[in-house]
């Protein structure tokens, strides 16, 4: 059974730092990027970075750029995201999931998704 559990979310005031992890489980963790991406209320969803378990390599968007920072813990099946100077407006469920197809965020790639998790950053 494929799982895709993040964790770690939370209530943070504007600047502050949070990390969210990603754990999963019922497929090969090095054949898939994680993504992660976030949903604020009453806006599409967002494709903000993702790793690659096969060799390493991260995609970063412009919005997130030098305030986040994923990293991958090959052992525990798990994905990090570090997220640093938070802003009010990023509050929002965070999501991430497993592609197999490459490195991006575009959603349609992702073949699983975890549930979730909120995250706010009051001001």
């Known amino acids: 059974e494929v799982q895709v559990v993040e964790s770690g979310g939370g209530l943070v005031q504007a600047g502050g730092s949070l990390r969210l992890s990603c754990a999963v489980s019922?497929?090969?963790?090095?054949?898939?990027?994680i993504g992660w991406f976030r949903q604020a209320p009453g806006k599409e969803r967002e494709g903000l970075l993702c790793i690659s378990n096969d060799d390493g390599r991260t995609y970063y968007s412009d919005s997130v750029k030098g305030r986040f920072t994923i990293s991958s813990d090959n052992a525990k099946n798990t994905v990090l995201l570090q997220m640093n100077s938070l802003k009010p407006e990023e509050t929002a469920v965070y999501y991430c999931?497993?592609?197999?197809?490459?490195?991006?965020?575009?959603?349609?790639?992702?073949?699983?998704w975890g549930q979730g998790n909120q995250v706010t950053v009051s001001s």
């Open positions: 019922g497929f090969t963790f090095d054949d898939y990027t």
């Open positions: 999931a497993a592609d197999s197809a490459g490195l991006g965020t575009e959603e349609w790639k992702y073949d699983f």
